[in-house]
Antibody, heavy 121, light 108 residues
Framework: EVQLVESGGGLVQPGRSLRLSCAAS????????MHWVRQAPGKGLEWVSG????????DYVDSVKGRFTISRDNAENSLYLQMNSLRAEDTALYFC??????????????WGQGILVTVSS | DIEMTQSPSSLSASVGDRVTITCRAS??????LAWYQQQKAGKVPKLLI????TLQSGVPSRFSGSGSGTDFTLTISSLQPEDVATYYC?????????FGGGTKVEIK
């Protein structure tokens, strides 16, 4: 059974940093691209970032470029999102999601439960 | 970047009705389109359809997708109470993998 478990969220002040983690199990982690998707309170889904199976291809939504860094450790079956210079508008539930393919260009067929990040002073 | 526009933003229909949701892309994108169901905000989204018309394993056959290029459709052939949810389209041909704004489906 595929499981994706996010951790590392919480309340953080504007301008500070936070690192999210996603522990994956139940599938061959290094065969698939992975993504982060977020949902602000009462809003729709927003794709944040994706990383290919071997980390060769990485992309971000424009609003987080230069502030967020996605990475993965295939030996540890883990996905990460380093979030720096956080803003109030980054407040959201962050989902880790598995791609159907090794590349970023594929649908997301499994999702974690999400982890809440609140940016507020 | 390609923008994804869904319509309507919400709808109310009776059990057994046929429901159609539309997703329009601002540029052509072949069939790199997925549909997701989120039963409540904050709950885990579920992949329904990928490649515009391929049903994800385990998804009821009353769900279907069609379209290519810029215009795509999600159809629920006979609406059931458990289909109350918000539905999102997503393009995935290239980054950013943009989602549509969502369509909230309710029972009349």
């Amino acid at each position: 059974e595929v499981q994706l478990v996010e951790s590392g969220g919480g309340l953080v002040q504007p301008g500070r940093s936070l690192r999210l983690s996603c522990a994956a199990s139940g599938f061959t982690f290094d065969d698939y691209a992975m993504h982060w998707v977020r949902q602000a309170p009462g809003k729709g889904l927003e794709w944040v970032s994706g990383i290919s199976w071997n980390s060769d291809t990485i992309d971000y939504v424009d609003s987080v470029k230069g502030r967020f860094t996605i990475s993965r450790d295939n030996a540890e079956n883990s996905l990460y999102l380093q979030m720096n210079s956080l803003r109030a508008e980054d407040t959201a539930l962050y989902f880790c999601a598995k791609s159907r393919s090794r590349t970023i260009a594929a649908a997301l067929n499994y999702w974690g439960q999400g982890i809440l990040v609140t940016v507020s002073s | 970047d390609i923008e994804m526009t869904q319509s309507p933003s919400s709808l109310s229909a009776s059990v057994g009705d046929r429901v159609t949701i539309t997703c329009r892309a601002s540029q052509g994108m072949s069939k790199y389109l997925a549909w997701y169901q989120q039963q409540k905000a904050g709950k885990v989204p579920k992949l329904l359809i990928y490649a515009a018309s391929t049903l994800q394993s385990g998804v009821p056959s009353r769900f279907s997708g069609s379209g290519s290029g810029t215009d795509f459709t999600l159809t629920i052939s006979s609406l059931q109470p458990e289909d109350v949810a918000t539905y999102y389209c997503q393009k995935y041909n290239s980054a950013p993998l943009t989602f549509g704004g969502g369509t909230k489906v309710e029972i009349k």
